[in-house]
């Protein structure tokens, strides 16, 4: 595919997504519908598809208009490029420009405008985040990082990267967390590399691998991952000590693939329906990963930047103060309750807590921490209670 053509493509798939579409369903079908693109070809669409995405108010500021058309108009400007190289009507390529199209567009304006945020969600990451908000807005306009976990349980991070090099996946430590490593060249080819197949390294973010870090396991304890989802943070746990490892979701399927990938990491996880994590009670440990808006991980998901709406985000602090209530009658004496989520906000965060603390005096807090979003992990939150 010539660049231009990889430009009408990634506009036919900004339109499908403004229909409601989601954005993996509508690159799947096109590359589906397009066997003749090959893997560069899907890789250059998919990315500028998430980097409109990513910055769809600026763009659609500088291409004057939020069609898909309007929207790589503006990626392109934002670029410096020269448009008509590549809306040439030639080869697939997108038709030329109109008239229209040359005087239209303008700089970014409001603050919204600029950092790429809903006009309604600007306030909040200014109370959220204080003087680090500009940053971290800025911060989802980029792509993320690609970091995987290093299994403890069958290697270290210096033979980590060794095999990985072998399939051509160059990887960089991170100096704070020492499981984490950042992939750089080659890292999609991760999903058939050794190093993955093998159960040496797991996707993680940086900032979740810390999180897990900071619970306290020991060897022979009982410990339920309640919002287990894919069961990473549960797998980042049990490579940490030998115990017993429970998980549970309120949707089993999200579970689906979790007996594959405890096998792969040598370690045994039990997964428990709603009635089993009744008649298993009690835990030592009860880890509440909970549904959130996910605004430290807007990069990775970008399409729920603009999504989430203030209805949906009052729902989600009502189920997560439930959670962390029901949670809470699964941990036995003295054990320990951690609540976290891959928000920035904190009404997701600190407030959710202090509302608990509040109505549950006898759970004090005993860790609270919050990592940034940044260029090796992503935003992140942790409150740790332990049952007096």
Request: charged fraction near 25%.
């Amino acid at each position: 595919m010539t660049p231009g053509a990889r430009v009408q493509a990634a506009i036919e798939i900004l339109d499908q997504i403004a229909t409601g579409i989601a954005a993996e369903k509508a690159l799947t079908g096109w590359a589906r519908r397009s066997r003749f693109a090959g893997s560069k070809d899907r890789a250059a669409v998919r990315d500028h598809v998430f980097d409109v995405l990513r910055c769809k108010r600026s763009f659609a500021c500088l291409g004057g208009g939020e069609s898909g058309r309007a929207l790589m108009l503006g990626r392109v400007r934002a670029d410096g490029a020269d448009p008509d190289d590549l809306f040439t009507g030639q080869g697939h390529a997108p038709h030329p420009l109109s008239a229209a199209e040359r005087t239209a567009g303008h700089a970014p304006g409001n603050e919204g405008d600029r950092i790429d945020l809903p006009d309604w969600l600007v306030p909040l990451f200014h109370a959220s985040l204080g003087d680090g908000a500009a940053a971290a807005a800025e911060a989802l306009r980029r792509r993320a990082p690609v970091v995987v976990r290093v299994n403890a349980r069958i290697s270290n991070a210096s033979q980590a990267i060794d095999i990985l090099q072998e399939d051509g996946i160059s990887a960089e430590p991170v100096e704070e967390v020492e499981t984490a490593l950042v992939l750089r060249d080659g890292a999609r080819r991760l999903n058939g590399a050794r190093a993955y197949a093998e159960g040496v390294v797991e996707l993680q973010d940086t900032s979740s691998q810390a999180a897990m870090a900071c619970l306290p396991v020991r060897p022979g304890q009982r410990v339920l991952d309640y919002c287990a989802g894919g069961g990473g943070k549960v797998l980042a746990l049990a490579a940490r000590a030998e115990a017993q490892w429970f998980a549970h979701d309120a949707d089993p399927g999200r579970m689906r693939d979790l007996p594959a990938r405890a096998r792969r990491a040598g370690v045994t996880v039990t997964r428990l329906s709603p009635e089993e994590v009744q008649a298993e009670a009690p835990f030592d440990l009860v880890l509440c990963d909970v549904p959130c808006s996910g605004s430290g991980t807007w990069r990775r998901a970008p399409e729920a930047k603009w999504r989430l709406t203030p209805e949906r985000l009052a729902a989600l602090k009502t189920t997560q103060a439930d959670i962390l209530v029901r949670a809470s009658d699964l941990v036995g004496p003295h054990g320990h309750l951690a609540y976290t989520t891959c928000s920035v906000l904190e009404e997701e965060n600190g407030d959710r807590v202090a509302g608990f603390i509040d109505s549950h005096p006898d759970w004090p807090l005993r860790e609270e921490r919050r990592w940034p979003i940044s260029e090796q992990g992503d935003g992140f939150y942790l409150a740790l209670f332990q049952r007096r």
